[in-house]
């Protein structure tokens, strides 16, 4: 029976994304088949909740009979002043992200960047997308190739290890945009690992697939200047993006900041 658990134990990693990767597949079927329209959207909804249903019974009930580890990692419910500002820090951090996917792909090749327009059918598409990608899409994917893979592992160098593997098997996942989710899910893993609490790490994911959303309105609405590049995906924001995203940034560190007490 050890040897059975230390081999299930080692390919956690394996599991959970196949794991993952099988429920993303799932839920995104509905919205694949165009004949559905919003009924599609509201069954890949449910889905998802389904899928985070089953996932949150494994990784509360199963997984730490299994892998006495994984009990450090329990899901505690989160401080919601470190939430919100976890939250307003995502905006400042998507940006920082995708300045460094840029530099990064331009070492390589040259990058060509457009200017974003968006038409009113392509905004109503992305606001019912970014719904779920806010709201449903960050809880599944964060138990899934966080909690579920990093939890059974007790020393701190194995954690970061499978988060480094995670990291890979994720930006994989995301195809064209693979740098990009390779750095997000690196910082990601790192704050379930540092808070050993998987609802920060939610809070930075949705707060950065929000940001997707509002750039998109802001675009539609005309307030500024947004370059994309299709291959990497690539967004660069401009100046107004990135002082009201430091401004957030600024008033989140406030509010996660611990208040010291008065003796």
Sequence with gaps: M??????????????AAAYGTALIYVTALPIDSNSLGFGGEL???????????????LVQRVEPKLFPSARQFQLRRPMVPVIVGLFLIAPLWFVAKEYIVYGLTSLFHTVHMEHLTYMTPELREDLLAGIHAVLLAPILEELCFRQMAISPFRSRRAQVVVCVVMALLFGVLHVRNFLGAFIDALFYGAIFIWSRNIWNSVAVHAGSNLMVTLLSIYCWLGLGDLQMARTPAII????????????????????????????
Excluded: Q, Y
């Excluded at 050890?2 to 956690?12: A, H, I």
């Excluded at 890949?44 to 949150?56: D, E, N, P, Q, R």
């Excluded at 660069?236 to 611990?258: C, M, R």
């Design 2 to 15: 050890n040897k059975f658990v230390s081999l299930l134990k080692s390919l956690m990693p394996i599991l």
């Design 43 to 57: 069954l890949s909804w449910l889905l998802t909740l389904a899928g985070i249903g089953l996932t949150l019974f």
């Design 236 to 263: 660069l924001t401009d100046a107004k993006v990135l002082v009201s995203s430091i401004v957030l940034a600024l008033v989140g560190l406030l509010l996660i900041k611990p208040k010291r007490k008065i003796e």
